[in-house]
């Protein structure tokens, strides 16, 4: 694959969820499924087949009554950018079907439907578990496709879905700007819906490149911390929380490993 | 030409090899990715300009601003509104699913009439005309004979102009029957009514206090206005101020607050009285405030002395001496110290000993009225209808209860903004009282369980569709939004304000007297007068000046003993219901934000972010202490019998660490018989297994939970 140049102008979106203010309270999921179109079943309680780009996890710290300490952990996509930051995300990297790739002006890993054929390598490869697949159709009860948004296609059964960042915001934050003479947009011009939502203001979204953004000084925050950092996966997901048991949580250790 | 074993193999390789250098296998892989995808009957959401409308959420007593995204007239995503003091930009669960009510297939169409036995499903389409004449002819009939107070209402909310207009209709009617849904407000309300002689609600300014005692409020799982409580939390998280939550279970709060203090249930009550004693022992209080704006004092000291002494509550709460004593430093202590009651959701009413309790606390530390403490809030006037309004609120927790027993005789019942078959408890007594009732009237928008067994349904817009003013729960400044139509209706229901104009009408003087207007839209905006215009403009009316300084003057002394001679008598231990010997356990109820408990049932979003801990295809979690479960026999997943001394219902088990040893904690809000498959079925109501526990010295429902066994399935 040949190496694009690095552009100076190149942004990183990304995210840094504070743990401390994230209440459990399930709005960023909801927001992401209305934005995103992601169709619901009559039982959504096997997990393992249930599609939802943002889920929030919920962690223990396995004491027992009553020192039981409780976390939520909000998960979309990681936007892994790879070793390097070259974009050879574990899910990218597999893609028999380049219906998966990784934008290098963005530092989002993108997912195209009608490339996808269903083969389900990037599940396996995402050690994330941020990617869904569509078991079935689609379907809403009579009435319900009114809601529908033209932003985000629908997905049919047979191909695999994930967070996107919300990008569909970010073309058309792109256009607004365009069409108003303008190569830039603001840090409020894009954000996804699970930030905009969420109550607790526990979710900042930005360019983790431009230090004019709210994630640049927050990420180098003592307390943040990203999923499995010793994969190398280079998330574009930042965690902050006080609490050191949850920070060790954000990894895999060796039970005496310090 | 002879073909060898060798030249056929390398044909065939060489074929082979030659195929897969071409572009077929690469074309026929992409083709058959079409063929599979591109099924016609994968909707395409058609194209179109976004425009925005604002509006008001009504789907809980939160009062939150939405922005509602539309293409070519289809509403197709709702958000916060950004700058709105209620919520500025937050939205919780149910409020983005608020489209799947709109468009969702549990919507009735035009009004219905039944035809079979009640509760069967069988109705006949009737039009508003007939509708509206049936109603009013039998309310005629009744007035006519004298017996115009066994009309009565439920509704879910007493605020506004369509309560109001509700109220009005009654007066007029006569009959003083008008009941809200019973909630904490009763308690909080009587409370204010019994300290300091003033009608109003209480507001907590969490925001502004820096250290928050919670005796059981669900602070972050949608108590009082939700989504400005999640957000008035991360402000004192920021701010570096602190939050104890005491409760028996380890919820959300508790997980989010900086200590949790496990309590025996039903004792916060005691707590608070034993903290109270050591800030007075200790000469902790802020004696300014105790000399000059509250009364009874001394009494009250004595008598927390004699009897909620440090060793005495440790007793009764099961909290250690030491942590009760640190507590009581802490809170008389800080800036900003504000003791906060109502448990969970606040959407049962409590007794009136505990929100005393609590007041006593405040009192203590001189926070009544002031930034970050509480505040007495009285209904705010900002509108105005020509002539006199009786006020025809009565208490609802006694209703069922009267019906069923024949002290009151209902003939019609009103049903607005409300589910009482579902969310009231003792389901089973429920149901017997409604049974009782000749002719039920249901305003529901949805199939809910008291619109499926009702006689007359009069379907109400749903609030995407029409106009109305919205208050915001519990606010030290009282927030109101306007609900404006974002879309045009989608079925032939019509506006409960302007069914009820009709039916005046229809009936003729002098009802009809009371009643000018031709819309309810017209009426509402007379109503408001002078504030119409800022409130259709901005959305919104708030007024922070005028609205604090008025409360904080208005405030008359707090009464310790809230009028009781015998203050012993205000705080009176609750026996709960039901054989220790037999039910050795104890039920309580938990609330979420991901599964609403009030009359809208869980859209289907909100069911999907339930956590497979909790609902397990139609299986309901029961939460369980592992060193519980142990005794009992049961394992993670195992299914049981949870039995009450009111019913009995099959459950699963989930163990959980965050929860007391001796208790069993069942979510609120699922266990729907109505609404559509993806909720329906799916759960148990946890209202069919509490009864209520009468408060002596109020007359309040102050039960928590109940006792309770369980048994291995």
Not at chain 1, 150 to 173: D, I, T, W
Not at chain 2, 15 to 20: Q, T
Not at chain 2, 478 to 497: E, Y
Not at chain 2, 595 to 609: L, Q
Request: aromatic share 10%; glycine share 8%; proline share 5%.
């Amino acid at each position: 694959m040949k190496e694009e140049k690095s552009d100076k102008s190149a942004k990183k979106f990304g995210m840094v969820i504070d743990l401390d203010k994230c209440t459990g309270c399930g709005s960023c999921m909801v927001a992401c499924m209305a934005e995103n179109n992601v169709p619901f079943k009559e039982d959504e309680s096997k997990k393992l087949v249930s599609i939802t780009w943002m889920r929030v996890y919920r962690l223990t710290n396995g004491k027992s009554f009553p020192d039981t300490e409780i976390c939520y952990l909000p998960k979309p996509c990681q936007h892994c950018g790879g070793k390097g930051e070259h974009g050879h995300s574990p899910c990218v990297s597999v893609c028999p079907a380049t219906a998966t790739d990784y934008n290098k002006e963005t530092g989002i890993v993108s997912q195209i439907y009608t490339r996808c054929f269903g083969c389900r390598y990037c599940m396996a490869a995402c050690p994330y578990h941020a990617r869904y697949f569509n078991w079935w159709d689609p379907v809403w009860p009579k009435g319900m496709e009114e809601y529908l948004s033209p932003n985000v296609s629908v997905r049919m059964r047979g191909v695999v879905e994930k967070c996107s960042f919300c990008f569909h915001r970010y073309q058309l934050a792109k256009d607004k700007a365009y069409y108003e003479g303008r190569s830039d947009i603001g840090e409020n011009e894009y954000q996804t819906a699970c930030a905009q939502a969420c109550p607790a203001g526990a979710i900042t979204f930005g360019d983790l490149n431009d230090s004019g953004h709210a994630v640049y000084e927050l990420k180098k925050n003592k307390n943040a911390f990203r999923l499995l950092e010793r994969l190398q996966t280079n998330p574009k997901i930042y965690y902050l929380s006080s609490r050191q048991w949850i920070r060790r949580a954000g990894d895999n250790y060796l039970k005496n490993e310090k | 030409m002879k073909i060898g074993r060798r030249s056929f193999l390398s044909l065939g390789i060489g074929g082979i090899a030659g195929i897969m250098l071409s572009p077929l296998p690469w074309k026929l892989m992409d083709d058959s990715a079409i063929w599979t995808q591109a099924w016609p009957w994968t909707p395409v959401p058609p194209k179109g300009e976004a425009t925005y409308v604002n509006s008001a959420c009504t789907l809980c007593p939160g009062g939150c601003g939405i922005s509602v995204r539309k293409i070519n007239g289809r509403a197709v995503k709702i958000e916060g509104i950004e700058g709105h003091p209620v919520n500025d930009g937050g939205i919780c669960v149910l409020g983005l699913s608020g489209l799947q009510l709109l468009y969702g297939p549990t919507r009735i169409r035009f009004p219905f009439k039944r035809v079979g036995e009640r509760g069967a499903g069988k109705w006949s389409e009737i039009s508003w005309e007939e509708a509206i004449s049936e109603v009013a002819q039998k309310l005629g009939d009744l007035r006519k004979n004298g017996q115009s107070e066994s009309v009565a209402c439920l509704s879910g909310n007493d605020k506004g102009t369509v309560p109001a207009l509700f109220k009005r209709f009654f007066s007029a009617y006569g009959s003083s029957n008008f009941m809200r849904i019973p909630s904490v407000s009763d308690s909080y309300e009587l409370a204010v009514l019994r300290s300091s002689g003033q009608k109003a609600q209480l507001a907590f300014d969490i925001e502004n206090s820096d250290f928050i005692l919670s005796f059981g409020s669900g602070i972050i799982e949608g108590w009082g206005s939700p989504v400005h409580m999640i957000r008035a939390n991360s402000i004192v998280r920021k701010a570096g101020g602190k939050i104890i939550q005491i409760e028996p279970r380890l919820s959300n709060t508790a997980a989010k607050s900086d200590k949790w203090i496990p309590i025996n249930p039903g004792t916060e009550y005691a707590l608070a009285l034993g903290i109270a004693n050591v800030i007075i022992l200790k000469s902790l209080f802020n004696k300014n405030f105790v000399d000059s704006n509250t009364s009874e004092f001394n009494k009250f000291a004595a008598f927390v002395k004699s009897v909620y002494s440090i060793d005495n509550v440790e007793k009764i709460t099961g909290i250690k001496k030491e942590t009760i004593e640190a507590l009581a430093l802490e809170f008389a202590g800080a800036a900003k110290p504000v003791a906060v009651c109502g448990r969970g959701q606040g959407k049962v009413q409590g007794s009136l000993g505990e929100v005393m309790a609590v007041q006593a606390l405040n009192a203590l530390v001189g926070n009544i009225n002031k930034k970050g403490g509480v505040f007495t809030v009285s209904d705010h006037r900002y509108f105005t209808l020509p002539g006199s309004v009786p006020d025809a609120t009565k208490l609802a927790n006694h209703f069922t209860d009267e019906v069923k027993s024949g002290k009151y005789t209902a003939a019609v019942l009103f049903v607005y903004e409300s589910n009482p078959l579902y969310s009231l408890s003792d389901s089973k007594s429920v149901r017997e009282a409604f049974a009782k009732i000749p002719f039920i009237v249901s305003f529901s928008s949805f199939m809910d369980e008291t619109a499926t067994n009702s006689d007359l349904i009069l379907p109400n817009h749903v609030y995407l569709e029409r106009y109305e003013d919205v208050y915001a729960a519990s606010l030290p400044i009282p927030v109101i939004s306007l609900s404006s139509p974002v879309v045009s209706p989608q079925f032939d229901t019509k506006h409960a304000g302007d069914v009820i104009l009709k039916i005046a009408k229809k009936m003729g003087s002098p009802v009809a007297d009371s009643f000018a207007w031709n819309s309810y839209d017209s009426y509402l905006e007379e109503a408001f007068g002078d504030n119409w215009k800022v409130l259709s403009e901005q959305g919104f009316l708030e007024d922070r000046t005028v609205a604090l300084a008025a409360l904080i003057t208005a405030s008359k002394k707090f009464d310790f003993t809230a009028g009781f001679t015998d203050i012993k008598s205000l705080y009176t231990p609750l026996v709960t219901e039901g054989d220790p010997d037999k039910y050795p356990l104890f039920l309580i109820p938990y609330d979420s934000m991901r599964i609403a408990s009030g009359y809208i049932g869980d859209p289907p979003f909100a069911v999907k972010t339930v956590e497979d801990t909790v609902l397990k295809g139609n299986d309901i979690l029961v939460e369980v202490n592992p060193v519980t479960a142990k005794a009992l026999g049961l394992l993670e997943g195992n299914s049981a019998i949870v039995e009450t001394a009111r019913g009995k219902a099959k459950v699963k088990i989930h163990l959980f660490e965050g929860i007391m040893p001796g208790l069993v904690a069942m979510p609120r809000g699922l266990g729907h018989s109505a609404y559509d498959n993806y909720l329906a079925g799916k759960g148990v109501n946890i209202n069919e297994l509490i009864g209520s526990l009468e408060d002596p010295a109020s007359g309040l429902d102050a039960a928590w939970g109940i006792r309770a066994a369980l048994i291995k399935a």
